[in-house]
């Protein structure tokens, strides 16, 4: 089954204590990105990567990391989790395509809280 | 990207086709229109999207107006499990980030 699956799917943890949210694709997709959601703030983008080995920043990047070895691979990255990072973050892939139609494909989520 | 309006919260009966407005009068040329939903905290699930011309799939049908300026997703019987936050976003071709405004919370009841 075509999926963007990610792990943990619900994690709690203390401030300071680094931690790595998983995220992986089995579509081929170029295209990767994660979002967070918040209460009244909606999704927003917080990184991105067109290919392996390339990403970059979306709206709100502080305090996150990502890395794009692989391409299947985009793991986000917490070097210093604070509490205001607590959220629900997706993962979503999309193929690279050139008829100006792209469809992102979302994981479950990742409920994280930080203490 | 352009920017959308929806209206904030909708309800329909269940078997009932639910009909959800969408307003982008400032949409450009290379835009599509895209809807997706997300059902209580699950991933955004993509649902139709169209350029010009009225599209139908195995969900819902997008009726786009001829001026491009407002949209409509149709779901043509809804059920309780299709009660979601629609969310109705314009993106250029060339832009793979998707902008989530606030959607419209669909309640489907018996």
């Known amino acids: 089954e075509a999926q963007v699956t990610q792990n943990p799917r619900y994690l709690i943890t203390v401030t300071g204590k680094k931690l790595t949210v998983t995220c992986s694709q089995n579509m081929n997709h170029e295209y990767m990105s994660w979002y967070r959601q918040d209460p009244g703030l909606g999704l927003r983008q917080i990184y991105y990567s067109m290919n392996v080995e390339v990403t970059d920043k979306g709206d709100v990047p502080e305090g996150y990391k990502v890395s794009r070895k692989e391409k299947r691979n985009f793991p986000l990255i917490l070097e210093s989790p604070s509490p205001n990072q607590t959220s629900l973050y997706f993962c979503a892939s999309s193929p690279r395509t050139y008829s100006g139609a792209n469809v992102l494909t979302f994981g479950a989520g990742s409920r994280l809280t930080v203490l | 990207d352009a920017k959308t309006t929806q209206p904030t919260s909708m309800d329909c009966a269940e078997g009932r086709a639910a009909n959800l407005p969408c307003n982008h009068s400032t949409i450009s040329g290379n835009e599509y229109v895209y809807w997706y939903r997300q059902i209580h905290s699950q991933g955004p699930q993509y649902i139709i999207h169209g350029l010009k011309n009225n599209e139908t799939n195995e969900m819902a049908s997008l009726i786009i107006t001829e001026d491009r300026k407002s949209s409509t997703l149709i779901l043509p019987h809804a059920t309780l499990r299709d009660t979601a936050v629609y969310y109705c976003?314009?993106?250029?071709?060339?832009?793979?980030?998707?902008?989530f405004g606030k959607g419209t919370l669909l309640t489907v009841n018996p």
């Open positions: 976003i314009v993106r250029g071709g060339s832009n793979y980030k998707l902008t």
